[in-house]
């Protein structure tokens, strides 16, 4: 069973944008696959359907989702909420919007990984924060924006998702830590065998990095493959 499958998924938003209109990708686990395609293209409407995360404005309308064979709009809420919190990670461009503003870093982390085993501040080093143990004792609106999206990116794979959902994880940050942030994203999915979904406009990045390239055109994947044959050899 391939870990990911989208089928034909049409989504209509509550003022009649259609965002996906049979957008079709089977994915194998394992495979670090970059999603492309201009603003308003879908992607970010396809990275959410895969967690059960549209907004009750969106409306599947045909098609489904499917994580290892699991229909995932079909599943009951304790159902999806299991899946969201042990075989699903999510990385946002704005790190800020998954972490809690009320909490120290230390405490969310050690949430992220409770009952896995592993401690917070070895968890914080390997997303190469420099110092972890201030990092822990601060809250988010401490954090630079690197430092928070490194911090997300601990608690998003703390569960050793099966598929790691990454839409637009570098656009915020400063040009020259973007590389350093996306080697962490691929290093730890590489460790824990964690399909990644990377939701980007930057071609080249995305080329360098994954092993295919779905590029999305008005509501669907219009082609699929490896960056060579995607982009034409160089
Ligand atoms: P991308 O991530 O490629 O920019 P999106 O999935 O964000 O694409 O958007 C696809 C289309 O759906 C666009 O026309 C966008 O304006 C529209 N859209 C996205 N989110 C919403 C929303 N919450 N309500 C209404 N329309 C939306
Ligand atoms: P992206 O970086 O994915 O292109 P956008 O800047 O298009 O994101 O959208 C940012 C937020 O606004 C998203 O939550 C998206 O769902 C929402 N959004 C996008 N287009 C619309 C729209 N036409 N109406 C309402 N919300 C929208």
Redesign the pocket.
Known sequence: TPVLEVDGLAVD?E?G?RALDGATLTVSAGETVGIVGE??SG??TLGAAVGGLL?SSARITSGAVRVDGAEVHRLRPKALRALRRDRLGFVF?EPIGSLDPTMRVGKQVALALRGRGGDVLSHLDRVRLSDPARVARAYPHQLSGGMAQRVAIAMAMACEPEILVA??PTAALDAQIRDDVLDVIFSLAAAAGTTILWLSHDLPAVGKRCSRIAVMYGGRVVESGTAAGVFGAP
């Open positions: 938003y003022n944008v603003s308003g992607k970010s907004p461009q839409d637009e």
